[in-house]
Structure formats: structure tokens, C-alpha cells
DNA sequence: TCACACAATGCACACGTTAACAATGATTTA
DNA sequence: TAAATCATTGTTAACGTGTGCATTGTGTGA
């Protein structure tokens, strides 16, 4: 149907395989010929078939990007910023295919003709079973935003705990003693990591952990609005509350401007990821900014060298997390 | 490298045809001998060579979803809705090739042979080169999102005029009479379309246009907090203001609340889209939702009808915009 | 003038899969 | 019992591209 190489080959009065080297740019070619040939592909609107490209030359031209879900607890932004980070290394070098890992049944699909590498964009450890699918098959891999006990592996990650400890620290800092959190989705790495950082930061400063001030959430907006308030139905109230996301705060701040609390005056907030968004609200959310599109293009140019043969480290990259001050945390006493 | 048929051939002492049928559920094959095939290939952990049965098959199972760029004026919420929309539909029967139109500096990479079907999400008129290139390919396509002169061709698209129509009419029915307009990314068609919206609802109901209310944006955050600034220092102030999308009235909001301009007391303010995001602000944004996920499943499930060869008809089809009131519009006198 | 080197091109095969056609043996039919 | 049908399997070629090796032709040096 389309044009190949052997009817440029015919028109050119060569054989295909001169047609080919033309194409290639091959120094076993004369360059009159590659350009007369270069003109008459041109002027046909030839374009080669990659399918038969890759089958030779076991090359498929395809990077994957997978993240555990795109749907249920993946947010907008962080879609976005991983995809934006991702392509604008490959361009147009690589085809950016792009999937949730809970849409596959079986991971046959999943192989080296198919993928020259992977980028896992890791959010739960549901995803490991993929993860040593993808090892196994001798993939080219990185795998990106959680810690992956595999040694040899590239594993590109914010050091989440220590972000949360930050911010909980800043909390405490500003003379808040009655510190809530409100979780993320169930299972996930992150979720505990920033559980843990925040635990960590209390007792670090002698705080008891209270039960009632943790409050589970799953990473959206909802979810946000609900966990604030049960929050507010204690007796008991904290002065500050840890949200382990941003789309979450968002969603407690509604609930508070519902019963009239203002922030930071009543109530101090802090969240996590440092969405664009949140910068654009009255008040300002303090957060910790995560280097997700940072995070994204490291992982894309080392998975491209890897895949090019070059020698790189397979090791555990942490990047750092970064408290940003805006305006819904006050100091109090 | 790799498990080929002819391994599973060698190991059941038939031909590598008979793999092939056994593995593809062909009726000209023995059921015992298949069995016996597949619990070989799946010991073996077989998984196909895509490139090579698309070679032969002239199928890629690939399906290309085009934006006209992922970073510059593409919202979030828009590139996950639309993502979320189109894999929903596509699963694991294909894979879903994501990229930016402006990522291109030559269309040689587009072929029948690379992708089964096209979905182009197009926001502006430069994108027309790529569109047409496509169609000359004769690659199944939809295009989504703007209209498109072309007859013959699959275009679904949101009623943006209607939708600014009646965001502008609500003011008016509210007694607004001086309303503003904060315009989206310039050279986009929504941007144009939502302004005739405005303009035709001040026109209808008498009130004349005044330069002064239109300010121009581009559809992000920091958009929409400039143009507010610049309204904010007239001054013949607006009652109301429109803007074309959500993300720049959260700018808006942002503005406002610096200059302790209260909403929707001293200001009404309307958006355009209804990402989640907006309903759970203080106040909440009225605004209209526009369709985006429902546009994408149905252009994802044309799409693989037209490349299934059942027969579609070629036609543009108009979703509803919708009104949703929240808490940003006051009525007036 | 002849042998040799070298530049440019062609021939033939390979990659892994599917499918048209041929071949085989078993079973049914007249 | 011979012929015909049918189920199952094998043989072979094809898809479009790249590459090792052979071939041709041209120029160079002794």
C-alpha cells in the first residue's frame, strides 16, 4: 500500500538495498546518488516502516511510561508534570507510550521488541510483581518516585520522609504542639513515608503521637474534605494539620471555610507536592515542594543512555524536598 | 534472544505454523495439540514479537493521541481528563502513543504503518498542517476538541460559544451589566469562541462593548491574576468577570483577595471547564462544565470502530457545556 | 600493460510472524 | 471396497528493511 524503499528503488533504477544505505546516510554510498534518491523519497512522501525497521534491527523505538494507576490516586498535576518531564527529553528520538500498570491483566505484552525501556512512575508496592516482570526481561528500566529494595536497579526518588519531617518540623517551630495528619491512599510508599516523617518529627521534639489526630485520606480533593471534618469533630482541636498532599489541603480548606475557621488564624495547614495551584490561594498554602518534573527528565536521560549502551550507575538517587513558605502556617503563643 | 515460535516448534516437535495456530485459536488445529503448545509457551514465558506480526499483518497496534502541545496552554486537569478518557476506552487492546504536535519538526513519523488510528486533540489552527497530513495518509482519525472545516471527518467538539453564552447570560440575568472578559491563549479557537459567546450575549441583551472589559490571558494560573490586576485599575469597575477558563479565574481569585475584594460581594466571577479542583475553593467557582472526558471515550470508541471497519458516520457532533452554580455569582439591585 | 586497490553497487538472506496452498491420514459415503 | 470428504499438519512465500559478501568498474602504480 504505502511506498517502501523498493519502489523508490525501481524509480531510481537501483536496487533497494542502495535505496537503504541512501536513506542511512551510509559512507558506502556515492553522494549524488544518496541525494538524487534522498529527492525522489521526498517527492513520493515515503516514509519507512517501523515495524519491519524494528524486527531487524531489534530495536522498537518505544519507551514505556507506567504509572501504578492513572485514574484512582494519581493527581492531575503530578500526571502532567511526569509526562511533560518525560517527553521533553525524548522528543521525537523515542514514542512515549504511556499506561496504567492496573490495566494490564497479564504483562505479556511487556518486552524487549517492544520497549527499548521502561519508566516506572511507582506509587504502591502492588507494583513490584510488574517491576521484576520488566527486570527479568532484561529491560532497559528506571524506576522512579519509590523505593525499590532491588539492588542494580536505577531508582530515582524525593526523600519523602525527610520532607514531611520538615514541614512538621516547621509546624513545631512556629509553636504548634497539637498536630494532626491527614493520610494518603492506603498502601502507598508514600503514604507511610510521610507518616513516618511525620511521627519521627514529633517524637524528635517530644510530642506524644495522639490517635486521634491521624485521619486516613487517599489523596484526593474529597478524601481531603472528609478527613478535615472528622478533625474538627474533636473535642480537643490541633492547631496545625499535616495534609500529605496538596489536592488534600485544598480539600480541608473548604471544609474549615464551611464552618467559619480561618487559616491561618484558627487553624495552621501544610501540604505536600507544592502543585502549582495551591500558590494561587487565598491564603497560600506552605507546603513542601517535591522535584516531580526534576525527578522525571533524570530519570528519562538516564534511561536513554542506559539504553544507548553508556555506562551508568545503578543506584539510588534521592532528590530533595523543599519547604515553601507562604502564608497558611502562623506562629503561635 | 528472545523466545521465538519456532523454539515452542522445535520443543513440540511441530511446525512453527502450527504454533502459530495453536497460540492465535485457530479452528484448523487439534485442542489437545494446542494445550500442549500453550503450556509450552507459557513455560517458555513466550510472549510475540509485535513488530513482526505487525509486518505481516500491516497492523501496529498503536494509537497515536496528538495534543497540539503538552506543555504551553495545556491545562492539567485537560491532558489527565483527556488521557483518562481515551485509555478507559482502549485498555490493553492498544497501545496509546501520547505527544505533543509542536514536539514534531517533520510529519515522517506519521504512517499508516505506525498507527492504526489517530486522535487528534487540537486547541489550534496551526495544527491543520498536521491534520491534513494525516487525512492525505489515510489514517483512520478523529479530531477532537475544535472544529474543523474538513467535511468527511470524524470532529467532536464542545459548544464553547454556547457554553460563554450562557456563562455571560447568567451574569446578566443576575443584573450584572458592566462584565469583564479575561481571554484565553491567543491563536487558539476556544479562546476565540468564547469571546463570540461573550460578545453575543452582551449584543442580545443591549449592553454595549466596551474595550476597557477585554483583557487578553493565556489560559494559565499567572494569566489570570495579571489580567484581574490590570481590570482592578479602571476605573469604571466591572460587577462581573468571565474568564475563559478556571485556572486563570483562580488567578482572578488570587487578585482579588490581595486587594481584600470580596467574592462574590464585591465581584461575581465565572469560569469555563469545571475542573474538580474549582468546586472545592472559597467561594466555589460557578462555572461551565464542559465536557472533556465524555468527548474523549467517544472519540476513542469511533476511533476503533473506524479502524474495525464498521462503518461511522463522518460528522461533527456538539456536546452540551452545562452550567454549574456555586457560590461565585451574586445577583445584584 | 597488467596487477592491484578501492569505490560503488547488487545479490541473497535474515528477522518472526501469518496464510495460501499442499500433503497426509482417517473417516464417512455410495 | 473404492471414492470422497474432512481434520490436521507441513511447506513455502511474503511483509519491508538492513547487512555480509560478491561483483563491477575505475583509477593507480610499477
Do not use: W
Amino acid at each position: 500500500m504505502s511506498v517502501t524503499i523498493k519502489d523508490i528503488a525501481n524509480i531510481a533504477n537501483v536496487s533497494h538495498t542502495t535505496v537503504s544505505r541512501a536513506l542511512n546516510d551510509s559512507p558506502l554510498i556515492n553522494p549524488e546518488t544518496r541525494d538524487k534518491i534522498k529527492t525522489i523519497a521526498h517527492e513520493l512522501n515515503y516514509t519507512p516502516n517501523y515495524s519491519a525497521r524494528s524486527l531487524v534491527l531489534e530495536k522498537s523505538y518505544n519507551i514505556g511510561l507506567f504509572f501504578s494507576t492513572i485514574t484512582k490516586g494519581t493527581s492531575s498535576h503530578f500526571f502532567h508534570d511526569v509526562v511533560k518531564g518525560v517527553n521533553h527529553i525524548i522528543k521525537d528520538k523515542y514514542s512515549l507510550i504511556v499506561k496504567g500498570i492496573d490495566d494490564y491483566q497479564n504483562y505479556n505484552l511487556i518486552n524487549k521488541n517492544n520497549f527499548d525501556g521502561i519508566i516506572v512512575m511507582t506509587q504502591s508496592t502492588k507494583d513490584n510483581a510488574f517491576i521484576y516482570r520488566v527486570l527479568e526481561k532484561n529491560i532497559p528500566t528506571v524506576v522512579l518516585n519509590r523505593e525499590v529494595e532491588e539492588p542494580n536497579l536505577i531508582n530515582i526518588l524525593s526523600d519523602d520522609k525527610r520532607g514531611a519531617y520538615k514541614a512538621v518540623r516547621h509546624l513545631i517551630e512556629n509553636g504548634h504542639r497539637k498536630i494532626a495528619i491527614i493520610e494518603g491512599q492506603e498502601g502507598f510508599k508514600s503514604t507511610l513515608e510521610r507518616k513516618e516523617g511525620y511521627m519521627e518529627a514529633l517524637m524528635d521534639n517530644g510530642i506524644s503521637i495522639s490517635k486521634a489526630y491521624i485521619v486516613k485520606g487517599n489523596y484526593d480533593l474529597e478524601s481531603g474534605y472528609r478527613a478535615m471534618q472528622q478533625l474538627l469533630q474533636l473535642e480537643d482541636l490541633p492547631t496545625a494539620v499535616f495534609c500529605s498532599n496538596d489536592d488534600m489541603a485544598v480539600g480541608a480548606m473548604k471544609a474549615l471555610g464551611e464552618k467559619g475557621i480561618s487559616i491561618p488564624d484558627k487553624m495552621s495547614l501544610i501540604g505536600f507536592d507544592d502543585n502549582i495551584f495551591t500558590s494561587y490561594l487565598t491564603p497560600a498554602l506552605t507546603t513542601i515542594k517535591r522535584p516531580i518534573e526534576k525527578i522525571s527528565k533524570e530519570g528519562a536521560e538516564k534511561l536513554i543512555q542506559l539504553i544507548e549502551g553508556i555506562d551508568v550507575p545503578k543506584e539510588r538517587i534521592y532528590l530533595k524536598t523543599e519547604l515553601v513558605q507562604r502564608e497558611s502556617v502562623r506562629a503561635i503563643k
